[in-house]
């Protein structure tokens, strides 16, 4: 299923954990490191995204954000400031591949990875519990298929 980021800044706000940078080359030019795998980027700050990456007030609120991660209040949007050179681990990532609404449109839950649920809503949690938790034995089309019919009839909207 394709996956569109929303912006929201859940992803990289504790990539600081991960990628730290190594060097600083001057020039907007930066070699990171991942804690875990040890694997090193050189990055550049995207030249549309230079002015961004001087402000570093989202440490305040976000002290675990990765160093590269910024988040514009106004319009409520995170930001990589290096997109065009971001690690591969970063492109690969896509935090969700069904997104599940309530009847505001906030974001009640999301099915990450191989079916899991990942949410704080009680209803939804329930309805996964009762009814497509004990699931067995479809293929991931016949179970999307079936999670989307579930939550859509229980009041719920998708974004797949």
């Known amino acids: 299923m394709p996956f569109e980021c929303s912006q929201c800044g859940e992803c990289c706000s504790h990539l600081g954990l991960v990628h730290q940078v190594e060097v600083d080359y001057g020039d907007n030019r930066f070699l990171i490191r991942n804690q875990y ?5 050189n ?3 995207d030249p549309d995204k230079i002015a961004l990456f001087s402000d570093r007030t989202i440490f305040t609120t976000r002290p675990e954000a990765c160093p590269f991660f910024r ?3 106004a319009v409520m949007k995170g ?6 050179t971001r690690p591969e681990i970063c492109r690969d990532y896509g935090c ?3 997104l599940i609404l309530d009847g505001t449109g906030k974001r009640a839950g999301r099915i990450m990875c191989q079916r899991h649920i990942a949410s704080e809503d009680d209803h939804l949690t329930r309805l996964f519990s009762e009814q497509v938790d004990p699931l067995i034995g479809l293929d991931d089309d016949a179970w999307d298929k079936l999670v989307i019919h579930v939550v859509t009839a229980a009041g719920f909207t998708v974004r797949i």
Do not use: A, L, M, P
Request: hydrophobic share 35%; net charge negative.
């Open 96 to 98: 969700w591949r069904i």
């Open 37 to 41: 795998s040890g694997e090193r980027t």
């Open 79 to 84: 930001y990589c400031t290096v997109h065009q």
């Open 43 to 45: 990055v550049v700050i």
């Open 71 to 73: 988040f514009d209040e």
